[in-house]
């Protein structure tokens, strides 16, 4: 019962909640991948910008950062927008190639500036340790762990809502799943493009804010979340947000529990390795089925 | 007469670096320029072939795994060997897919060899890296021995143009563009096109190995930090891009060029008070990424373009 309580309390709900943010990362990711057709390696520093916004704001305002985020993810969605603007659209008609490394371009541009700006010293969002809360006797589980799940639920159903209710949801997964017949069906390509770029950075920003809230600021975090979202996206299935969400979780899970000591009383992974278990199954997903779990687009 | 002496070993060393960088720069033409991979784990072949080299050339410690004082031709070629090992491994599973798969696979595979190199302190020494590495040439006198160096870096890069140029303009070289091009008329030809692609993804790998081992033996001294994505992986791409991909010429002076631009930046923000100069450090890569957005939208053909065979015209 207590090793019960101890997988849980350790391993269990901090993988959901590591989960959580991979998923919401990975929605934009493939979202991107499936409609503008590129792995855009700049989705990591999108979301270590909208950390930064939020920050800036808890400095001159009093308000809990969850009271924040819409006005950070405002602020990261017209910085995304001016990027593709300027960056990105030059480039449609050519090979898509360009535009990774276009992206590849922004990631450390964006990055730099970041370092430029706010320097790298690791800063708090919340200050102080907070103390997790006693649920049936021995359930323990921090208020912010609470806060980061149920804000992912809410935004999850955001999305779900979005894609299968409104128009503009449903031209978006008709354009990631075959774009010459959403063409055909007279969807205007460059909204599609605009509203997928304000789902995906908006939901980058809550997930990096997540993390902060979590863990610490940092210039770097968002290029340590890369790799996993794009895992997740490939699990999922590319051009599939609903695969992308279920990936995230999955990896965030996997990553966790692969350092409990399932055999012996020795973590089954040295935790130093954690962030290899990602690109681990990344790679085996790519030998096995690349088209991933959803049944996405193999390029 | 003191400053002259110590501008001509800067310059040597600037050298040094930019024969280095063009080797990369040449290994990255070979995937890039002239088959269209899109590689950006650079930094990760560059650390591999570095630790292969300084592992087995420095002498016996207990700091971590060595000992066998192997002459440095023998680290150099085991460099190659084990980058293309690791290349071949990677290839098997990314190359059947679009370039995006290999670049997300590359990054991850750079991102992963820095773990190993941070956790197996038995084999690396962990973050304290490998020091005490041989160099060529280091019982000769002061210039001399940099001078030397100097030379060998230079050779290599001669050697490894030339060979890439003869292969270029082998039948091998013009189905590496005719795939680059178009891939199916390439199949339908009846080319291999997995086993062309995987060719040049491990020759390219092998020669960033090999600059690694260079920059290993150079420095004397190596670790995790070495292989920082920004300064190999991002200077590398500026490099090609800036001096033209697909042609040998122009990845070479790419690499001469944006060295010397880089080097001679650092100079000038190092005169900067300490806390200006870590800022505009940052700076210096921002501008490096903007000349790159600015060449791949304005100049995508760099500064010395491919040079593309005119079509025959067929007699009337």
Known sequence: MIALMEFINFYLIPGVVLGSIYALGAVGITLTFGILRFANFAHGETMTLGVYFTWTLMQITPFH?????????????????????????????????????????????????IQFIWGVQLKGLVPGIQRPMLLFDSLRISPKHMVIIASAVVLVLAIHLLLSRTKIGKAMRAMSDSPELARLTGIGTEKIVMTTWVVGAS??????????????VETMMGFKLLLPMFAAAILGGVGKPYGAIAGGLII???????????????????????????????????????????????? | MEQSYGIFLYIISLATMGGIYAMLTLGLNIQWGFTGLFNVGIAGFFAIGAYVSAILTTPETTRHLGGFELPYILGFSASMVVTALIAWGVGKVCLRLRSDYLAIATIGIGEIFRLVLKNETWATNGPRGVSMIPKPFESLAEPYNQLMFLA??????????????????????????????????ARAAGKNVERFRMEAFVIGCMIMGLAGAFTAQYLKFIDPNATELTTTT????????????????????????????????????????????????????????????????KFPGGIIPEKRPKPSRSPE
């Open chain 2, 234 to 297: 991002f200077l590398v791409w500026v490099m090609l891009i800036v001096g033209g991909s697909a042609n040998n010429k122009g990845a070479i002076l790419g690499a001469f060029v944006m060295w010397t631009v880089w080097s001679a930046s650092e100079i000038l923000t190092s005169r900067l008070p300490d806390d200006m100069a870590i800022r505009t450090a940052y700076v210096r890569i921002f501008l490096i990424g903007l000349a790159l957005q600015i060449m791949l939208q």
């Open chain 2, 152 to 185: 060998l870096v230079l050779v290599t890069v001669v050697v490894i143009y030339l060979l890439i140029e003869a292969a270029c303009k082998s039948p091998w070289g013009r189905v590496m563009t005719a795939i680059r091009e178009n891939e199916p008329a």
């Open chain 1, 203 to 216: 939901l980058a920003c809550a997930a990096g804010v997540f993390l902060a809230y979590d863990t610490h």
């Open chain 1, 252 to 299: 965030g899970l996997v990553e966790e529990l692969s350092s409990y000591p399932w055999i012996g009383t020795e973590p089954l992974l040295n935790p130093g390795y954690k962030a290899g278990v990602a690109f681990a199954i990344m790679v085996l997903m790519l030998l096995w089925r690349p088209s991933g779990l959803f049944r996405g687009r193999v390029f």
């Open chain 1, 65 to 113: 950062p969850l009271v924040i985020l819409p006005a950070s993810m405002l602020l990261t969605v017209i910085v995304v927008l001016g990027i593709d603007r300027v960056f990105y659209k030059p480039f449609r008609a050519s090979p898509t190639i360009m535009v990774v490394m276009a992206s590849f371009g922004i990631m450390l541009m964006v990055r730099s500036i």
